[in-house]
């Protein structure tokens, strides 16, 4: 089975702090992406990665950047982490251009 | 741009068929995707459809496809308590991107 991991499944962190979000695939899936999930705004996608150290923009990266330093690991990072950054944080990953994605468990962050 | 929508709520009867929908904009879409999300998880795949067929059945679950209306059904038969979570669609675009829908909150009444 595909198995994405996310490194916490709860978060806390202050305003302004930097925050780091791991996520590692064992799949060996060229594609991953960060999603955030609000309530009634479904899934929207701030960054993803079709190789190593290669990255595209989503829809919101805004206040976001990311690392995809090896092939299993996709990190998205908070520079200076906002109240308006509280959200579930889900990453995927996927093999080619038409198959499925797999997500992690999520992470619930709150940024206070 | 490239929208999915579907309603944010659906309750139903344990028992009964629910019946969640979804329309799309994108006329070149190449598969249409149903994931279900139980409360705490991820996203799981839950039915798939290629963008040429009209209908696929897998146990409990059909999926209808109405290309000319742009419209995505799910239909599960028998809604037990275990079905209760937020169902998203979505479809790949021809870039072989992903757009969703806001996810249906599946609601079950004894």
């Known amino acids: 089975d595909v198995k994405v991991t996310q490194s916490s499944r709860y978060l806390v962190k202050r305003t302004g702090e930097k925050v780091f979000l791991e996520c590692v695939q064992d799949m060996d899936h060229e594609n991953m992406f960060w999603y955030r999930q609000d309530p009634g705004l479904g899934l929207r996608l701030i960054y993803f990665s079709y190789d190593v150290k290669m990255k595209e923009k989503g829809d919101i990266p805004e206040g976001y950047s990311v690392s995809r330093e090896k092939k299993e690991r996709f990190s998205l990072i908070l520079e200076s982490a906002s109240t308006n950054q509280t959200s579930m944080y889900l990453c995927?990953?996927?093999?080619?251009?038409?198959?499925?994605?797999?997500f992690g468990q999520g992470t619930r962050l709150t940024v206070v | 741009g490239e929208d999915v929508e579907q309603s944010l709520f659906l309750s139903v009867r344990e028992g009964d068929s629910s019946v969640i929908n979804c329309t799309y904009t994108d006329s070149s879409s190449t598969y249409l995707y149903w994931y279900k999300q139980e409360p705490g998880a991820g996203l799981q795949l839950l039915t798939y459809?290629?963008?040429n067929m009209d209908m696929k059945q897998d146990q409990r679950l059909t999926v209808l496809l109405n290309k000319k209306d742009k419209h995505l059904s799910l239909r599960i038969a028998d809604t037990q308590t275990g079905d209760s979570a937020i169902y998203f669609c979505a479809e790949k675009d021809s870039n072989y991107q992903l757009i969703w829908g806001a996810g249906t909150k599946l609601i079950i009444k004894p």
């Open positions: 459809i290629f963008s």
């Open positions: 995927a990953s996927s093999f080619g251009r038409s198959t499925e994605a797999f």
